[in-house]
Every structure is written in structure tokens, then in C-alpha cells.
């Protein structure tokens, strides 16, 4: 039984172009099965990561607007006869900034680093601002430092969620 190498050759080089191409597609569609899977959890963090930076740009603004009435209720002892609202305002925040701090709550697992100092500078805010509530008097000075705290580790937690590859 004689071997013939040419046409061993000739079969070789028939089907080979054949099997790079089979293994190319097969090489491909597993790249793009790979590609659409990672597209898909960037696309879970980057949702969560904008859900967690409207939440804080809430709760600042909610912490904000508190804080401003604060001030116009403290230094106007009339305020209530002026500006009747101002009061009821108030007291109708605290509703919504304690939603927000818990949507922060919520949110924050998927920061590990930076997510708990966030969580627990907004839980501070709210009880400073409830301090503030119940004593009708202050110093808002602890709070301006807790925003500047928050706003640092809320800038850091968004990084680190848009970063996030598990």
C-alpha cells in the first residue's frame, strides 16, 4: 500500500481554508457572545451608577432647600406670619430626604470602597437636619462639612460603580 503525499498535499490544502474558516466563525461568534455579555453588565452598572448620582443630586438639593428655610425660620422670628409655608415646608422634607437616604442605602452595595462612607455621611446629615428640626436653632456648619464629605465619597462611589467589571 503505497501513500500518495501529493495527494495527501492537494487534500490538505483543499480542506484547510475550509477549517480556518469553520474555526474563524466559530472564533467570532464566541467574541461576540463575550462582547454582548460585558455590554450588558456595563450597561447594569452604568444604570445603577446614574440612578446613584441622581439619588445624591437629590438629596443635596432636598438637603439644600432644608437648609435655606432653616436660615429664613431661625433668623425671622415672624417668619411664620410672613411666610407661613416656609414651616410646613420644612417639616414636609423630612419625608423625602429620608427616601433619598434610604434609595443612597439601597444603592451603595455596588460601591464597596466608598459606598458605606456615603451611606453613612447622608444617615449624619439627616440627623443633624433633624437636630436642627427639633431644637429650632443651630449651627449648620457640621452639616456644610458633611455635604463637602458626602459629595467627595459620592463623586468616588460613582467612579468606582462605572469601574465596576464583576
Not at 441622581?54 to 438637603?63: A, E, Q, R
Not at 447622608?122 to 443633624?128: D, H, L, M, R
Request: charged share 25%; net charge positive.
Amino acid at each position: 500500500m503505497k501513500i500518495d503525499l501529493e495527494l495527501i498535499l492537494k487534500i490538505a490544502q483543499l480542506f484547510t481554508p475550509i477549517l480556518i474558516f469553520i474555526f474563524g466563525i466559530l472564533f467570532l461568534k464566541s467574541i461576540e457572545s463575550t462582547k454582548k455579555h460585558i455590554e450588558r453588565q456595563s450597561h447594569f452598572y452604568k444604570k445603577w451608577a446614574d440612578e446613584f448620582f441622581n439619588t445624591c443630586d437629590d438629596f443635596m438639593k432636598c438637603t439644600e432647600r432644608m437648609l435655606a428655610l432653616f436660615w429664613f425660620i431661625a433668623s425671622n422670628p415672624n417668619i411664620n406670619e410672613a411666610c407661613p409655608n416656609y414651616q410646613k415646608e420644612f417639616n414636609d422634607l423630612f419625608p423625602a430626604l429620608l427616601e433619598l437616604k434610604l434609595r443612597i442605602r439601597r444603592l451603595v452595595p455596588f460601591a464597596p470602597k466608598f459606598g458605606n462612607t456615603v451611606g453613612n455621611n447622608a444617615s449624619e446629615i439627616f440627623t443633624k437636619l433633624s437636630e436642627l428640626f427639633e431644637q429650632k436653632k443651630g449651627n449648620v456648619d457640621p452639616i456644610v462639612n458633611l455635604i463637602f464629605e458626602f459629595n467627595k465619597a459620592a463623586k468616588l462611589a460613582h467612579g468606582e460603580m462605572l469601574a465596576n467589571k464583576k
